[in-house]
């Protein structure tokens, strides 16, 4: 099995490029600063370190699909987010695709049908339906909400099977035939000429739901904080696209019991497993809607052999606008530098704050790249991954876990960080290092920094004037933190040569009520981290409760003032310059931060902002990777940063650009485990080409450079019970063991290979155990 990309032709219509920034001139200043952080260095001491990311400059510009296929033909575009400029075309030479789940094709049964008023003729109804649609390009037939681009499809596939059957048996009785709709033109091809006219009755409705609308009013991303913790799980989507359709109210009850004890955290991975299962399959018995299938969206890239891009990493669901892609993208002609034009069809017409704003397409991607999450959403499986905290450990216990006593919590309605006392629990403990940096405005992150946006977050969720959309964007950080505490702060030393650069790093354990979800979930709930400073959250603070603007769109609509934009609205910038003057001029420290800032180090802080408004003529100060450099209708440019206090540098997520999957190659029973020999694809570089090379595991066994998979694998008992189910790495000679010794017969072992993370469209290999005796794979 081999898969090799084939050189690309160089376009003959390359426009004139601007020169790289030389690298020496960069190394130099790493010299100066750290210089003047009182480290020996050398004036253009080489170092391999590079901080911050590939592009100097990213341009994103407001462009109709149809006139990207130009664009990319003359080596002016470099990548188009959203749509597809090639759809139903044959996309030219030079350009590359970049998959994602696209949508969800879905049937809706009219809750007004009498003749499928129960759940037994909506069911067979939906069948008849699924099993009559046509074949139609970019539709995958898959009658089940948890999809193959789901990490967590290994523990539904036999569910996803058993419907894909169903699905297929037609009934043999005649019956009456369906009034079906069909909204947008793939729902049209699929239901070809029996479809029902609009404005007529009808019994159903056959219709594409997109991801990114089916995650619009459930994920969140405020300020650091992304979410919820589960936002990539195949569960979760299935919740989210079924539950509306629900009816019956004893019904949606059991929905809501099932959801409730799939979220609560508890249990070993067997139990979480089975109760997904119960919950996917509650939210379809009663067919009020129902999956046919699913189609895959297709990004474009510019691919040309000079002018285009390479080491691009996009997220499995959300594509490109993913803050992983502009942590990896970077020009093959300037490597280290280059400046990458983006085009997508929406204009940035969300305000620009870190709290209720960069809510639409252009906002989301402006969003990544110039604040920095705490952790980010793993691109090609359902994990997480850190970014600006480092997880040193997270501990579960069946036992209560102390908290200190001088652990903080936030106050209801005021936010007012209160040590706890004695006497408290918790069910986790999350321990982070915080990797801070100057922030833009010149002022370092520092623990109230990393503190403010718990304090924030209460005050403005639970106080008197409250804005329910920050309310149910941390409800469930909320609800999980039982205490934080600054453990101490340690500092980082990174040796290059004769060159030093330090790192101040506060080392915080979060202590949470929740205590059995995945790790990484348990590290994504509430990590303490703020993209931007505390006196900026508390200027937003003020210029709200002041009646200056509000955080969201909503409450901006209700009180009639503007949307907080901290860069576009001339209007609110000149009174947000008023109000810091004021600020300073009293030395404003907010009251729930009293104790870890003192009036001199805010008049310090605020005399830094009015500064970099002066300057930069906007007041979205962050610690990120890039900064706005001009925001204009329809073009926003960002620059990069390369600031060495910056702890993140060039490469630090080349593992994710070139997805390498593993497999299954032999299955077999030995005694009281299953053993299945695992190959693994292998990445051969040879100029700015590539190749994967597939192998044996036990090929490269023992050798340094072996690459590693992991095998997920769930074992099932009778009637599909949740036996067992991990991880295990391989073994010598390569194969991954799974133990059965003691699970009931007959028994049916799912075993998933993966390589470096990659769990999308995995291989699943499945083999039937009956007795010692007798077994079948496939």
Request: aromatic residues 8%; contains cysteine; hydrophobic residues 45%.
């Amino acid at each position: 099995m081999k898969h090799v990309s084939g050189p690309l032709t160089p376009s003959a219509a390359s426009p004139p490029r601007r020169p790289a920034r030389p690298l020496a001139r960069l190394l130099t200043g790493v010299a100066l600063l750290s210089l003047a952080l009182g480290a020996s260095g050398e004036a253009g001491h080489e170092m391999p370190f590079y901080p911050s990311y590939y592009p100097q400059e990213i341009t994103l510009e407001t462009l109709a699909p149809g006139a990207a296929p130009s664009r990319f033909a003359a080596n002016t575009l470099h990548g188009y987010l959203g749509d597809d400029p090639f759809a139903g075309r044959t996309a030219p030479t030079g350009v590359a695709a970049v998959e994602s789940l696209g949508t969800w094709v879905v049937v809706t049964v009219n809750p007004n049908a009498r003749a499928l008023a129960t759940a037994e003729a909506r069911c067979t109804a939906v069948r008849r339906i699924v099993a009559g649609l046509r074949e139609a390009p970019g539709f995958r037939r898959h009658p089940y909400p948890v999809t193959p681009r789901h990490a967590d499809y290994l523990y539904h596939v036999d569910l996803a099977e058993t419907a894909a059957a169903r699905a297929h048996a037609r009934p043999v009785a005649a019956e009456a035939p369906l009034r079906v709709r069909a909204r947008g033109r793939l729902a049209e091809t699929l239901v070809g000429d029996g479809r029902q006219p609009a404005g007529g009755p009808w019994d159903a409705m056959v219709e594409e739901v997109a991801l990114a609308d089916l995650l619009a009013g459930h994920a969140t991303v405020v300020n650091g904080w992304m979410g919820p913790p589960w936002v990539k799980e195949g569960w979760f989507h299935a919740w989210a696209l079924l539950v509306p359709s629900i009816a019956d109210g004893a019904a949606r009850r059991r929905v809501d019991e099932a959801l409730a004890r799939v979220t609560s955290g508890s249990g070993h991975l067997e139990e979480r497993i089975a109760r997904e299962r119960e919950l996917v399959s509650a939210l379809g018995t009663g067919c009020e809607r129902a999956v046919a299938g699913y189609t895959v969206r297709r990004e474009w890239v510019n691919a040309d052999y000079s002018a285009g891009v390479e080491n691009v990493a996009a997220d499995a669901q959300v594509g490109l606008n993913s803050a992983m892609f502009v942590r990896t993208v970077k020009l093959k002609d300037f490597p280290w530098n280059g400046w990458l034009t983006l085009g997508l069809r929406e204009r940035a017409a969300a305000a620009w704050n870190p709290i209720g704003g960069f809510a639409d397409v252009a906002g989301r991607l402006i969003w990544a790249a110039v604040g920095d999450p705490a952790l980010f959403p793993e691109p090609y499986n359902n994990g997480w991954t850190d970014n600006r905290v480092r997880v040193e450990s997270v501990e579960t216990s069946g036992r209560p876990i102390p908290i200190p006593r001088d652990a903080l919590l936030p106050e209801r309605a005021t936010g007012v960080l209160r040590e706890i006392g004695a006497g408290r629990t918790a069910r986790a403990k999350v321990t982070y290092q915080v990797l801070g940096s100057t922030f833009r405005d010149g002022t370092p992150t520092t623990p109230a920094d990393a503190l403010a946006f718990y304090a924030f977050a209460t005050a403005w969720a639970t106080g008197p004037s409250r804005d329910p959309s920050v309310e149910r964007a941390t409800a469930l950080a909320r609800d999980a933190l039982a205490g934080v505490k600054v453990l101490r702060v340690e500092t980082k030393t990174l040796r290059f040569g004769e060159v030093t650069m330090r790192y101040e790093v506060p080392i915080v354990e979060v202590y949470l009520t929740r205590g059995g979800l995945d790790p990484s979930q348990l590290a994504a709930l509430a990590p303490p981290w703020s993209p931007v400073p505390w006196h900026l959250l508390a200027l937003m603070d003020e210029a709200v409760r002041r009646g200056i603007a509000a955080f969201s769109a909503p409450e901006a609509s209700r009180r009639g003032v503007p949307w907080l934009d901290l860069v576009r609205d001339a209007g609110v910038r000149d009174r947000l310059g008023e109000l810091v003057k004021a600020l300073e001029a009293k030395g404003h420290v907010p009251a729930a931060l009293s104790h870890l800032v003192d009036e001199r180090q805010a008049r310090r802080r605020w005399g830094a902002l009015a500064r970099f408004a002066a300057e930069r003529e906007h007041f979205l100060v962050t610690n990120g990777p890039y900064e706005v450099l001009a925001a204009a209708p329809g073009r926003v440019g960002l620059r990069v940063v390369r600031d060495f206090s910056y702890p993140l540098g060039v490469g630090s997520y080349d593992r994710y650009p070139i997805p390498r999957r593993a497999f299954v190659s032999r299955a077999q029973i030995r005694g009281d485990r299953v053993e299945m020999a695992v190959e693994v694809e292998r990445l051969e570089r040879f100029a700015r080409e590539h190749r994967l090379v597939t192998e044996p595991l036990a090929a490269r066994w023992g050798q340094r450079d072996a690459e590693q998979p992991t095998c997920r694998y769930v074992v099932l008992g009778p009637a599909g019970a949740v036996a067992r189910a991990g991880t295990v790495p391989p073994v010598e000679p390569g194969v991954c063991a799974v133990e059965i010794g003691g699970v009931p017969r007959p028994a049916t072992v799912l075993v998933a290979p993966a390589l470096h993370g990659n769990q999308v469209e995995v291989q699943i290999k499945a083999m039937r155990v009956d007795s010692p005796a007798t077994s079948g794979a496939r």
